[in-house]
């Protein structure tokens, strides 16, 4: 008796449909048919291998020639202790780099969670705290794991007290301002105000890293890489809260007006 070789057994084919329901509806319980739980997700997995391959660079000291050149060249050749640029602009960069500090980052978390709180909603404001709170436990935890020394090529233009890799400023600052600036842009109707605040959030988050390589605290690799573990932070963050909110298990920051039985905002007049 001859049996097509292109036919495939009952349980085979079976098995590929139980298969394919079941990804389906993991796929439609994470909501990745929708935009917002996509890009989040897959910025996640973009930044996560980013930060793991360039840790892996620095590891093997191929990025040590390319942050010597960049440290040098935001130095005077004539006298390393002396950053490029009028000395005004080092003030400043002392005062950007303070934007990503432990004391900076607390005021804010702690005036947007009492905001949150305030405002009702309680369950988010726990969500940012433990967002923002997680974020800096990760950065304790990374730094302790790889102890990279402090860059010893040129004067540090402030005191620093912990290792270099990641940069905790570049991180933390990259997780409290595009966190809170996601979340200020969902309250937000308008959309050329919602991409004010994202823009924000990320220049703030760009200058930070800068101070800290002009300043000499840090190698452009730590910054990078604090960049890189502190957005895919932000948009781990961002897919979580995306998810709890669905399923009622924290509020939604933007709620949808209520509406009466007949499609009517309460608190309206419907028209004649």
Same mark, same amino acid.
């Given at each position: ?12 084919? /079976?098995?590929?449909? !139980?298969?394919?329901?079941? /990804? ?18 897959? =910025?996640? /997995? ?7 391959? $360039? ?14 050149? +960049? ?15 009028? =000395?005004? $602009? ?21 005036? !947007? ?26 950065? #304790?935890? %990374?730094? $302790?794991?790889? &102890? ?13 007290? #912990? ?5 905790? &400023? ?5 997780? !409290? ?22 823009? %924000? ?8 890293? +800068? ?6 605290? &840090? ?21 979580? !809260?995306?998810? $709890? ?28």
């Amino acid at each position: 008796m001859n049996r097509s070789p292109s036919r495939l057994p009952d349980f085979a084919r /079976s098995g590929g449909s !139980a298969l394919w329901r079941g /990804s389906t509806a993991f796929w439609l319980r994470l909501h990745l048919n929708e935009v917002g739980p996509l890009v989040s997700l897959l =910025a996640v /997995s973009t930044l996560g291998y980013a930060f793991f391959a $360039l840790a892996y660079e620095v590891g093997e000291g191929s990025t040590a020639a390319l942050d010597r050149k +960049i440290l040098l060249s935001l130095r005077n050749p004539a006298d390393l202790s002396d950053p490029i640029g009028p =000395a005004w $602009l080092e003030e400043a960069m002392r005062d950007i780099t303070g934007w990503g500090s432990v004391v900076t980052i607390v005021f804010l978390t702690a005036a !947007a969670v009492i905001y949150l709180a305030l405002s009702g909603r309680k369950r988010i404001a726990v969500f940012v705290l433990a967002a923002i709170g997680g974020g800096e436990a990760v950065s #304790t935890v %990374l730094k $302790l794991f790889y &102890h990279r020394p402090r860059p010893d090529l040129v004067p540090h233009g402030m005191e620093v007290f #912990t290792a270099s890799f990641p940069s905790g &400023h570049a991180m933390m600052s990259a997780i !409290a301002y595009l966190t809170l600036a996601t979340l200020l842009a969902r309250v937000e109707r308008r959309v050329y105000v919602k991409g004010l605040l994202l823009a %924000l959030g990320i220049v703030m988050t760009i200058c930070v890293g +800068i101070s800290r390589v002009y300043l000499g605290v &840090h190698w452009p690799s730590d910054v990078v890489a604090g960049w890189c573990v502190g957005a895919a932070w932000a948009a781990l963050c961002w897919f979580v !809260a995306l998810q $709890l909110q669905r399923r009622g298990e924290v509020e939604d920051p933007d709620p949808t007006p209520a509406t009466t039985g007949d499609g009517a905002k309460k608190g309206t007049v419907p028209p004649a």
